[in-house]
């Protein structure tokens, strides 16, 4: 069993930069494939960005060049560190291990960022 943590979201204006962090509980972290989804008002849930245990990373199109993955595996920590952000990335971003494709085994309780234009 592995419990999530999220931390880090708030309010910034267009163009700003937010650090997400997911601090997971258990001795298991360094095995899962961690990542992060969102999901915006009135809308489905989707992937944002994933980092396997060897630490490859995968990012959605809309994000790609702006948000960067990472994990500290010694402190059983994950981030997601957001650069120039857009109204558009207002959303619910929730941390989920063990991934596999659109679901996982694990999920975080979720933390709002809201970018205001």
């Known amino acids: 069993q592995v419990q999530l943590v999220e931390s880090g979201g708030g309010l910034v204006q267009a163009g700003g930069s937010l650090r997400l962090s997911c601090a997971a509980s258990g001795r298991t972290f360094s095995t899962y494939t961690m990542g992060w989804f969102r999901q915006g008002p009135g809308q489905e849930r989707e992937f944002v960005a994933r980092i396997t245990r060897s630490g490859n990373t995968y990012y959605a199109d809309s994000v790609k060049g702006r948000f960067t993955i990472s994990r500290d595996n010694a402190k059983n920590t994950m981030f997601l560190q957001l650069n120039s952000l857009k109204p558009e990335d207002t959303a619910v971003y929730y941390c989920?291990?063990?991934?596999?494709?659109?679901?996982?085994?694990?999920w975080g309780q979720g933390t709002q960022v809201t970018v205001s234009s």
């Open positions: 989920a291990a063990s991934i596999r494709g659109a679901n996982a085994d694990f």
